[in-house]
């Protein structure tokens, strides 16, 4: 059974770091496109960064190029956002997605919340 475990949200100040993590079950973490995708509170879906099944090409959305980095360690079924300098504006529910246009497959989300 397909399953995306995200940890790792939180509330937090604007300025400081989260680092968001998406445990994989189920299917063959190596072979899949691995998104984030978020949702401010009253808005729509916003992607937010994608990265490739090895790891060697990732893409940010413009919104958090320079802040945010995407991550994954295929040996140790790991994908991990690296949030820093997060603004109001990052407050979210974020979302881990396999295969994202395809096969998709989404987790249950993690909360960050930017608030001083």
Avoid: H
């Amino acid at each position: 059974q397909v399953q995306l475990v995200e940890s790792g949200g939180g509330l937090v100040q604007p300025g400081k770091s989260l680092r968001l993590s998406c445990a994989p079950f189920g299917f063959t973490f190596s072979s899949a496109w691995m998104t984030w995708v978020r949702q401010a509170p009253g808005k729509g879906l916003e992607w937010v960064s994608r990265i490739d099944s090895d790891g060697g090409r990732a893409w940010l959305a413009d919104s958090v190029k320079g802040r945010f980095t995407i991550s994954r360690d295929n040996a140790k079924n790991t994908l991990v956002l690296q949030m820093n300098s997060l603004t109001v504006e990052d407050t979210a529910l974020y979302y881990c997605v396999k295969d994202l246009g395809g096969d998709d497959f989404w987790g249950q989300g993690t909360q960050v919340i930017v608030s001083s």
